[in-house]
């Protein structure tokens, strides 16, 4: 399942907003300027999954750094 990424100075996207839930911030360490916040949709909370997403997320960031987008839905199945 897709986690949802969100910069912190953005809102969540109103199809979005009752789906998912915030559980971790992950800060570009390419620019240090964007941090977005992770959301896991409600039914795919455990530790692990939202662990693999966030690494996922670290290491992408800096491969979309400096155009980072307002959000965008996670890789499906990240390798953790």
Request: proline share 9%; hydrophobic share 35%; with cysteine.
């Amino acid at each position: 399942m897709q986690f949802l990424a969100v910069r912190s100075d953005r809102p969540v996207p109103l199809e979005y907003k009752d789906t998912y839930v915030h559980k971790l911030d992950v800060e570009c360490y390419k620019c240090g300027r964007v941090t977005y916040q992770l959301y896991a949709p409600i039914l795919e909370t455990e530790a692990d999954q939202v662990q693999a997403q966030g690494e996922w997320l670290n290491a992408h960031l800096p491969k979309v750094c400096p155009d980072h987008p307002d959000w965008f839905l996670t890789a499906d199945r990240p390798k953790g």
